[in-house]
């Protein structure tokens, strides 16, 4: 429930207010706004009846919360999150760039891609030292020493990094190494793994699951902010569909769907959401165009050679090219390059 609090409400009215609320058992929250104080309810709904609230002098007016999720809803929450990835914000007006290879290869191909993602304006480095391969005989990642290496070529080149988590056993050392943890789209849905993300102080970065619907994936960031973290990032990712054509397909409708829905900054990832590297450019600028905040895109020094992901991952011209062809697309759609 959303109680939309009167003008002049004081303080001490939304205290008594929000101790009602808690004696009932459910979880109250307080939203002061520039205009008004607005306080929710979560949990059983029917149990509010009880408390009058209709009939209160100092209340304006009551809604239901109809949808599942309620703590990442925009009613509940009407402003934009933001969150604080290294020194740039991610959800505000600017649109924030994460580049980088797939994964954590070696040092000396780390540093070069890296490079090149700085020098043409991304604000942060991606690169798994955990790897969700769909074959066990596929390269796994280099694990605790990846996480050095990521660490390592981050503070060299005075950029915050992004890598995955998949086990709640190394969301420690992750936590440790990493600015931002991300939650690859085959974990999206686990959920022991959500609720631990949900005590670190760590941003997350949460990717759509291949088969998951938008409210599926709300849920699942749902699962993040009840254990805690408000800290969280959806990532659209792309989708198994009929289409085979490209790897996936990217869902820019969820991308427009969640930004009125939810306060969480959205981004998109291009090179997994088509798989097919000259595709990434032309997706990225109808994902500027359509409302995302940013970008995680694979960037590789010499993609033929990768280890993973080849195929999707840009040349570094192409990151260069589309760093500049995104200026005039975001100017359009009234923002900048954070
Ligand atoms: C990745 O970002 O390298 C990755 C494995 O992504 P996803 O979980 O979206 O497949
Ligand atoms: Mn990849």
């Known amino acids: 429930m959303i109680i939309v609090l009167k003008r002049e409400a004081t303080q001490e009215i939304a205290d008594e207010i929000l101790s009602r609320i808690e004696q009932k058992g459910l979880k109250p929250l307080f939203m002061p706004g520039t205009e008004r104080v607005v306080l929710g309810a979560l949990g059983d709904e029917r149990v509010l009846a009880e408390l009058n609230l209709d009939g209160h002098p100092m209340v304006e007016s009551l809604k239901p919360i109809l949808s599942p999720y309620k703590l990442v809803s925009r009613e509940m929450h009407p402003h934009d999150t933001i969150v604080r990835f290294g020194k740039a914000n991610i959800g505000g007006p600017s649109f924030a760039v994460i580049g980088g290879p797939c994964a954590v290869e070696t040092e000396d191909r780390l540093r070069s891609s890296a490079s090149v993602v700085k020098a043409a304006g991304a604000i942060g480095i991606r690169a798994g030292a955990y790897k969700p391969r769909s074959s066990p005989y596929s390269f796994q990642g280099h694990g605790p020493e990846g996480l050095t290496t990521l660490r390592t070529i981050g503070d060299e080149l005075g950029l915050p990094v992004v890598t995955e988590v998949m086990d709640t056993a190394d969301v420690e050392a992750v936590a440790e190494k990493a600015d931002m943890l991300q939650v690859g789209a085959r974990n999206m849905q686990n959920f022991s793994l959500l609720k631990v993300l949900g005590k670190v102080d760590k941003p997350v970065l949460l990717k759509r699951g291949l088969a998951a619907k938008v409210e599926d994936l709300l849920l699942a960031a749902e699962y993040l902010l009840a254990a805690g973290n408000e800290q969280v990032i959806l990532c659209e990712r792309g989708i198994r569909t009929f289409e085979t054509a490209t790897r996936n397909t ?68 192409q990151f260069e090219t589309m760093m500049e062809t995104l200026k005039p697309v975001l100017a359009a759609v009234g923002r900048d390059l954070a």
């Not at 427009?256 to 959401?273: C, E, F, I, N, R």
């Not at 694979?298 to 993973?308: L, Q």
């Open 250 to 317: 990217l869902d820019l409708n969820a991308v427009a769907y969640m930004k009125q829905k939810t306060h969480l900054p959205v981004m998109v990832d291009p090179s997994h959401g088509t798989g097919v590297r000259d595709l990434v450019i032309p997706m990225s600028l109808a994902a500027a165009a359509c409302g995302a905040d940013g970008l995680l895109v694979e960037v590789h020094e010499n993609p033929v050679d990768a280890w993973s992901d080849g195929a999707q991952s840009l040349y570094p011209h």
